[in-house]
């Protein structure tokens, strides 16, 4: 059974810093794996997605890497502001179903 | 220009009370699921709908239903609410098989009195 973790569980930074996030997952048969990000009371906003024969996924000050034999990907997120605080969550997708095995997320809070 | 709708945002039922939340998509993606979310926890599936044909996780409370009128809707049904349910409902939808990237709604918070 595909186990996601990320650690830590909280962060906090001050403005400008740059953010890594670890995602790690025990199963390193996967599809795909997903980023999102997820607002206080709301829904999941998908960030990035990372397929399994890509090694990174760049939007903006976003950056996605992924080593499969690892089972690790990263998230930077580059020169962090206040709006980037959210909780950020992983999920893999293993291509035998249509399950996303989430990690529980990192709680991100960017001081200004 | 909301893509997957879920509503309502908040809803409130007594414990043993039925309640139903609803989901809609403009997407016309094939596939729609339903995700159960604790605090500070990890989604956790309940079940998705590749189009009609319906899949129950293993693990899913009985009281848990879910119905798929056409591609655009769906609904999660919970016959008797305990106590345990209150959770964030999150609905998300993908084009088509395993693989492809899901969207996902805002959620229902469910509150039980």
């Known amino acids: 059974k595909q186990e996601v973790t990320q650690i830590p569980a909280a962060l906090s930074v001050p403005e400008g810093e740059n953010l890594v996030l670890n995602c790690s997952f025990t199963?390193?048969?996967?599809?795909?794996l997903q980023w999102f990000r997820q607002d206080p009371g709301k829904g999941l906003t998908s960030l990035l997605l990372?397929?399994?024969?890509?090694r990174e996924q760049t939007s903006g000050r976003l950056n996605a890497s992924l080593d499969k034999s690892s089972g690790r990907s990263t998230l930077y997120i580059a020169a962090s502001q206040p709006g980037d605080s959210a909780t950020y969550l992983c999920a893999v997708n293993e291509g035998n179903d249509y399950k996303l095995s989430f990690g529980a997320g990192t709680t991100v809070t960017v001081r200004a | 220009d909301a893509m997957v709708i879920q509503n309502p945002r908040y809803q409130v039922t007594q414990f043993g009370k039925p309640v139903t939340l609803s989901c809609s998509q403009t997407?016309?993606?094939?596939?729609m699921y339903w995700y159960q979310q604790k605090s500070s926890q990890a989604p956790k599936l309940l079940f998705h709908?590749?189009?009609?044909?319906?899949?129950n996780e293993a693990d899913t409370p009985d009281n848990f239903q879910s119905r798929r009128p056409n591609t655009s809707f769906c609904f999660l049904d919970i016959r008797s609410p305990g106590l345990g349910d209150a959770a964030m409902y999150l609905c998300a939808t993908s084009r088509d098989g395993s693989g492809q990237p899901q969207h996902f709604g805002d959620g229902t918070r469910l509150s039980i009195l």
């Open positions: 990372i397929q399994s024969s890509q």
């Open positions: 709908y590749y189009d009609k044909d319906f899949n």
């Open positions: 997407l016309n993606h094939n596939v």
């Open positions: 199963d390193s048969a996967i599809y795909n």
